[in-house]
């Protein structure tokens, strides 16, 4: 597998899976985490992508033959609606997994390379936020990948969950 860095060329396979996964999670029964329509079509949304794409935080991991698996979004700015720190920091804007290609590690990989990126900017903390609704199931996921929580909020009837890394207190690869 390797990373590389997106483009606005990328916006639309970033759009397919997140449709991917809006169809996926509204068969299971789950309509509130990402609601029921596309994000394809959506104006704001496919917007909103442009935009982070042209910020230049966009990955795309890629398969060895060229498949994209996943893509994620990072930049030193923190979603509005959480409380800001008195330090820098990258946030991990946006992180998904091609519906097709789960339970590959193509997630914990971005992530990776979001410890990665941190590290060579200088940055101890990482931090990400994410849907707590199905008993928190996507939270666990993050806290897998090294995250510990550090507080609950609402958007609306939106339940989120604030999390946080600090590379100094990761444990060293051995």
């Known amino acids: 597998m390797r990373i590389r860095s997106g483009d606005r060329d990328d916006v639309p396979l970033v759009l397919g899976f997140a449709d991917e996964a809006v169809a996926w999670m509204n068969a299971r029964g789950n309509t509130q985490q990402w609601g029921t329509e596309p994000f ?25 033959d060229g498949t994209p698996l996943g893509a994620m979004v990072i930049s030193e700015t923190r979603q509005k609606y959480v409380p800001e720190v008195d330090e820098r920091e990258l946030y991990v804007n946006f992180l998904i997994t091609s519906r097709a290609r789960s339970g590959r590690g193509v997630g914990r990989a971005l992530i990776e390379r979001a410890k990665q990126e941190a590290a060579e900017r200088g ?16 939270v666990k996921v993050y806290e897998g990948y090294g995250f510990g929580r550090v507080q609950e909020f609402m958007v609306g009837e939106w339940p989120g969950m604030l999390l946080a890394m600090r590379l100094s207190e990761v444990p060293a690869a051995g």
């Open 123 to 138: 940055i101890d903390l990482i931090r990400v936020d994410c849907w707590a609704g199905e008993d928190g199931n996507l």
């Open 40 to 64: 394809s079509g959506n104006p704001q949304r496919e917007e909103m992508f442009y935009t982070r794409a042209e910020g230049g935080g966009l990955r795309i991991l890629e398969d060895e």
